[in-house]
């Protein structure tokens, strides 16, 4: 992460925009590494203000990947906190604006479900996922929707 | 007309070794990210700004 990603001036410019940053030695700090169960390095949390966690990923990702989850990762915060607008423009983007990325297909998921918290039309919600089918039919997602969007149909 | 020059080349020279200074400064090192050094500074930035925490948990190889 410090050779390749953190350096990025694309990932500078949207933590410093998005985040107040901090980050500790896991081999050293072992109370923030008990307080936040970290199993292994290299682990990105999520917090707000209060230190309430919404989001983690493990592993080492590059700039392509790594801007994604952060922006996944405050459609969540806000999805958690009830702000559903919110959630969905953060959703919607991480789809729009990185669609060959990782972590779009499960952002896509999430655009579905609040298109219905939003509606609670069930066909937006199934317009939503299978565009997961098409754009994404090898995710783990497009498995999870596929049910849904099938029985819907019948 | 030729003392106001003169006064002003002899700023402009006399003010080059700051501006060297200067320009050194904006160069500085590489752009990096400003790590806050605890959770609880951390914390009290992301209350005045309304930001969220970004926790990174490293290990040196």
């Known amino acids: 992460m410090d050779t390749v990603t953190y ?17 500790y030695n896991a081999q050293t ?8 169960r ?3 390095a290299p682990t990105v949390i999520l917090l707000d203000p209060d230190g309430t966690e919404y989001h983690r990923f493990n592993g080492f990702l590059p700039p392509e990947e790594f801007i994604p989850q952060l922006e996944f990762g405050l459609g969540k915060m806000a999805l958690e ?7 969905g423009t953060q959703m919607k983007q991480v789809v729009e604006k990185y669609p060959k990325s990782d972590v779009a297909p499960e952002a896509q998921y999430w655009v579905g479900v609040i298109a219905y918290q939003l509606t609670h039309d069930v066909n937006a919600e199934v317009n939503a996922w299978k565009k997961i089918i098409e754009d994404y039919p090898n995710s783990i997602w497009a ?7 099938a029985c819907i149909k019948e | 007309m030729v ?21 050194a400064d904006d ?7 400003v790590w806050e050094k605890t959770l609880s500074d951390a914390q009290g ?5 309304g930001k969220p925490v970004l926790v990174d948990f490293y290990m040196i190889a």
């Open chain 1, 7 to 23: 350096p990025n001036q694309s990932v500078i410019d949207y933590i410093a925009k998005n985040f107040v940053p901090v980050r």
């Open chain 1, 29 to 36: 700090s072992a109370d923030a590494k008990g307080k936040y």
């Open chain 1, 38 to 40: 970290v199993l292994w």
């Open chain 1, 81 to 87: 906190k009830q702000d559903i607008k919110t959630a």
């Open chain 1, 143 to 149: 498995k999870k929707v596929s049910c849904a969007v």
């Open chain 2, 3 to 23: 003392r106001y020059v003169l006064t002003f080349l002899v700023a402009a020279v006399s003010m080059t070794p700051f501006a060297k200074t200067v320009l």
């Open chain 2, 27 to 33: 160069k500085g090192g590489p752009p990096a990210i």
């Open chain 2, 45 to 49: 930035k992301a209350k005045a700004s």
